[in-house]
């Protein structure tokens, strides 16, 4: 992912947004060609039709290795550290264009990262 387009090019929020969906979804077609040809484990099946799989996902908890499990790699640090980086992004701009941050901004930015923190402990 492209992180350096927020301090770089602030108003490019869309890029990183799109470049984020386009990694998502080489995962998910990478994990379902895993799930259909190498499973990790014994917990993985398919329904016959691929689009199906692709959007359910064929292995319950997909691993690399031993202990990697990517299933809690992208929820929790992809997606909830993602979310807290594109709020701020937001943020970052609202501020260039009006010159202030709104209170219903700052107290989005208070709940949504105060919601990550509580996720991760």
């Known amino acids: 992912m492209h992180f350096y387009i927020i301090f770089y090019g602030r108003g490019s929020c869309v890029h990183l947004?799109?470049?984020a969906s386009n990694k998502r979804e080489q995962h998910g077609l990478r994990c379902t060609l895993q799930g259909k040809y190498a499973p990790s484990s014994s917990d993985s099946g398919s329904t016959g039709s691929l689009v199906y799989d692709y959007?359910?996902?064929?292995?319950?908890?997909?691993?690399?290795?031993?202990?990697f499990d990517l299933k809690t790699w992208t929820n929790c640090?992809?997606?909830m550290m993602g979310w807290g980086v594109l709020?701020?992004?937001?943020?970052?701009k609202q501020y260039e264009l009006y010159g202030h941050l709104s209170n219903s901004m700052a107290i989005s930015i208070l709940l949504m990262h105060l919601y990550i923190f509580k996720f991760f402990l």
């Not at 359910?56 to 690399?64: C, F």
């Not at 709020?87 to 970052?92: G, Q, S, T």
């Open 17 to 19: 947004t799109v470049s």
């Open 55 to 67: 959007y359910w996902g064929m292995e319950l908890y997909p691993r690399i290795g031993r202990h």
């Open 77 to 79: 640090r992809m997606g």
């Open 87 to 92: 709020v701020l992004c937001y943020a970052v």
